[in-house]
């Protein structure tokens, strides 16, 4: 060992080729890695999706979910599926587990799924995928003096422009409603012509569609033969012929329906700063960089602005990469502070020298893991960087140590590569044996399963390298550069009046260090190790003390602390069946609630508190998105926290205050900048077979949990469904010939719309749905003048033919493992309770 250690003491041009191989690698692995705010990784689930129009939840359960259910029940590699079925569309979660490659069971989920032959003859094409954890990069928003069409057609046309920048390839639409072409019939229309929604449909799928017809093959070439009928737009669609009657009167679409060539009925209405708006949400892939992202496109911005119509504006909602700028300037600012701490502190009491090499050691530690974290394939990010910042002061300890250790044999007056040979081989294995140990303490982080493991394993890699470096810095490097280390008590008469005001300056911290070490520290040691016995008894008295104060409550656990972002949500939820124009009403409330706390509030700089806002109804923006008339959120981007003064956390209660009560909801949330993987820090899952029994269990759990000091904002993410009108074919009704089937349809086309074309106009599909009028379908006592067409073609009320019932259906039924479930999950104030 000392002989190693003395060749490499020896080689100085070998460590400085080494060094600067180390400064090489580590800036070529800094310009070539991947930036991103955090690491993307696979949740190891597979996700299943099944639209079934019309349908309810209790149809989508026995429908879809069940049958999804035995087909993958047993499966080899699936740890625990869950299925929802919500209204129209029903989905299935599989977690595979930790061993298994999610690709190999996602091809056979995928086999399985496609071979159900008893999927409802409704139902669309499941579409399966490997579910990813992905962060959005920026959120862009357009808006302006335009109408619905016209935002929507522009935001197509910035996506596309954005998506064929170099740096960006992903973008989504998000706000906006999807196309529709509506056909809306009223009942008296249909009466009048004896018209059946079925004719219509018919009509309308003879009459518009495109159709090869085989090929004519001449002498000199083929010709394909195709007959063209396909109408793609509202106003093609007026012209065509639903009734021919036989006196020669022609009866067009145009005639018997209105035709609405618009938007969907979904309740989907984004307020940016309170005017209309659709949002822009960039993403990355694996191999983009987050901050090229964010700069390419605010030039774009900045150069689209110009191009845009009068009165419309394109801007940056939030920019996530804003938190990983900030990263890593605190890195570099701590990198630098840190180096002139350490070389003042060791100039003051060692040598100039031994400063600048023994500060080395921490650059040379950060290229080094640098290098290692471009080699096994990592990228900068905030996990990553908190690794870099944490170890900073702690990659110079070994440094120090080693390099006073060689400055103390050069002031006995050894040779200097003799003082530096004898200098390391005295604490190399001390040293060595301390680094080890910091770096066993971190290898049980990389067995952390589970989303926490992937999201934090990044971090003890980056530190475990840093250490590594360090240690051969030290060991390797650090000896070479300090082998012409001058004798620190010889005298320079050649030096420059600066120089030798320094070496008073040094002359006596050194002497002062000394004077405290002799006096102080040394008589202090020695009766310290005489009453050993009692030191260990206080030792070990502070360690039953530290784990007293966690194990009582006295000092807060939580595993990610709250972090003081720029963020604050509100989010409201009413019992489903709600409309749309109730759920605004709150939206505007909230809203106002927030900019009268903006005007009430003073910032420590004395800006704005809020930079913008966006009000969404019919749609959450809090954790995982769900929509329905029912839902709502408001989201604000505040004044970063230095420039704000004011903890986020502060201003949502204060918020919550303003808002006062809201007639009617079911629950109002609030959430900020939430740090680490997604997860309620309390949440309890009950089962069961009966969902009567879940939900007493539930209540009782709720309200078990309300007495607790601390834990608050308690939900269940069960949400009673909208009330139900049941239909029941009345015995006498079969003599009629009608059937269950019959009086489904009829009423499905009425009211949900039966499909008559589905058609790609552009990027967009379109549906063509016909339907009663949008007056016809609002009152209770309109559908019960509804008429039931029989196969015979006559005309008979509703009400004679089917009973009516009224009853509460669900929302969304949510089922793991094949048995229902309900989920409690709560929030919980560190400052009241321990999490």
């Known amino acids: 060992m000392k002989r190693v250690l ?9 460590a400085n080729i080494v060094l600067v191989l180390i400064f090489l690698a580590g800036g070529i692995a800094t310009m070539s890695m991947i930036r991103e705010n955090f690491p993307e990784f696979s949740l190891d689930m597979i996700t299943i999706s099944v639209l079934y129009p019309g349908a309810d939840p209790e149809e989508v359960e026995e429908g879809i979910c069940q049958k999804i259910e035995e087909a993958i029940e047993g499966m080899e590699g699936i740890k625990q599926y869950t299925t929802q079925s919500s209204e129209n569309v029903g989905t299935a979660n599989i977690e595979v587990k930790e061993d298994y490659d999610v690709s190999d069971v996602l091809d056979r989920v995928r086999t399985k799924v496609n071979a159900i032959s008893t999927f409802p003859v409704d139902a669309e094409k499941p579409v399966i995928f490997e579910f990813m954890l992905k962060d959005p990069v920026m959120l862009l928003y357009l808006s302006g003096d335009m109408s619905e069409r016209r935002i929507k057609e522009w935001s197509e046309k910035i996506k596309d422009e954005i998506q064929q920048l170099r740096e960006v390839s992903k973008v989504e639409i998000f706000g906006a409603r999807g196309y529709e072409i509506g056909i809306e019939v009223s009942e008296e229309r249909l009466r009048e012509y004896g018209l059946t929604f079925n ?3 018919d009509a309308i799928r003879r009459s518009s569609l495109n159709l090869a017809g085989g090929t004519i093959r001449t002498q000199g070439e083929e010709i394909r033969v195709r007959t063209m009928g396909r109408k793609y737009t509202g106003e093609a669609l007026s012209s065509i012929v639903v009734l021919a009657r036989p006196e020669g009167e022609i009866i067009t679409l145009d005639r018997v329906a209105s035709i609405n060539d618009g938007f969907t009925e979904d309740p989907i209405n984004a307020l940016i700063n309170g005017e209309p708006s659709v949002l822009l949400i960039l993403y990355k892939t694996k191999e983009e960089d987050a901050l090229v992202i964010s700069e390419a496109v605010q030039q774009f911005i900045s150069q689209k602005q110009m191009r845009l119509p009068v009165g419309a504006y394109i801007k940056i909602f939030y920019d996530n990469t804003e938190m990983l700028r900030s990263r890593i300037n605190m890195l570099s600012k701590n990198l630098i502070i840190g180096l002139m701490i350490v070389f003042f502190l060791l100039w003051c009491f060692l040598n100039a020298r031994l400063s600048f090499w023994g500060g080395m050691g921490i650059p040379v530690s950060i290229a080094g893991a640098m290098a290692i974290l471009w080699a096994i394939g990592g990228t900068i990010n905030m996990v990553s960087l908190l690794g870099l910042i944490l170890v900073l002061g702690i990659v110079v300890d070994d440094a120090i140590v080693v390099g006073e ?15 530096a040979v004898e200098g390391v081989c005295e604490v190399g294995m001390p040293v060595i044996a301390a680094v080890t140990t910091s770096i ?35 060991l390797i490097l650090l000896p070479a550069h300090l082998s012409h280390l001058p004798n620190p008590d010889s005298k320079n008469n050649n030096l420059n009046p600066l120089t030798r005001r320094l070496k008073v300056v040094h002359r006596l911290t050194s002497s002062s260090m000394e004077w405290f070490v002799a006096r102080i520290y040394t008589p202090l040691l020695s009766k310290a190790l005489y009453w050993r016995y009692i030191l260990l008894c206080i030792a070990i008295s502070t360690l039953l003390l ?22 604050m949500t509100s989010t409201v939820d009413f019992p489903s069946g709600t409309p749309s124009d109730v759920t605004k009403q709150a939206i505007e409330q909230i809203d106002a609630a927030l900019l ?3 005007e009430q509030t003073k910032t420590r700089s004395g800006d704005p508190l809020i930079e913008d806002r966006m009000a969404m109804i019919g749609q959450t923006m809090e954790g995982i998105p769900r929509s329905g008339p029912h839902l709502g959120s408001v989201q604000a981007i505040l004044l970063d926290s230095k420039r704000r ?9 204060q918020w919550e205050k303003e808002i006062g009560p809201i007639p009617g909801v079911k629950s109002m949330t609030f959430a900020g900048l939430e740090a680490g993987p997604p997860g309620a820090p309390i949440e309890v899952w009950l089962q069961g077979r009966d969902m009567n029994d879940i939900l007493a269990a539930t209540d009782d759990l709720m309200d078990r949990l309300r007495m607790f000091e601390g834990v608050y904002q308690i939900r269940s993410d069960f949400s009673p469904g909208k009330n139900e009108m049941r239909l029941e074919l009345k015995p006498e009704a079969r003599t009629l010939g009608l059937t269950v089937d019959d009086l489904a349809r009829q009423v499905y086309a009425g009211y949900y719309g039966e499909e008559a074309v589905r058609l790609q106009r552009g990027r967009d599909d379109i549906r063509i749905k016909v339907r009663y009028t949008a007056n016809e379908r609002r009152r209770i006592s309109d559908f019960e003048k509804i008429r039931i067409r029989t196969r015979n073609g006559h005309e008979v009320p509703l009400i004679s033919v089917a009973d009516i019932s009224f009853a509460p259906g669900y929302s969304t039924i949510t089922r793991t493992d094949g048995m229902r479930r309900v989920a409690v999950s709560a929030d919980v104030d560190t400052n009241k309770a321990n999490a």
């Open 440 to 474: 066993v303490t971190l290898v049980p982080l990389f067995y952390i399963g589970g989303i926490m493991g992937k999201f934090i394993s990044i971090m003890p890699a980056v530190v475990i390298a840093c250490l590594a470096v360090s240690l051969l810095e030290c």
């Open 546 to 567: 530290s784990i007293g104060l966690v194990k009582g409550g006295i000092l807060k656990f939580e595993v990610f602390p709250e972090v003081d972002g720029f963020i």
């Open 6 to 14: 003395a060749a490499f003491a020896r080689n100085t041009v070998f």
């Open 405 to 419: 250790a060689i400055y103390f044999h050069r002031k006995q007056g050894e040779p200097p590569i003799k003082a």
């Open 596 to 598: 009268r706390l903006a």
């Open 645 to 653: 003064g004011i903890h986020t956390k502060d201003l949502m209660v």
């Open 199 to 201: 004719m219509i449909v």
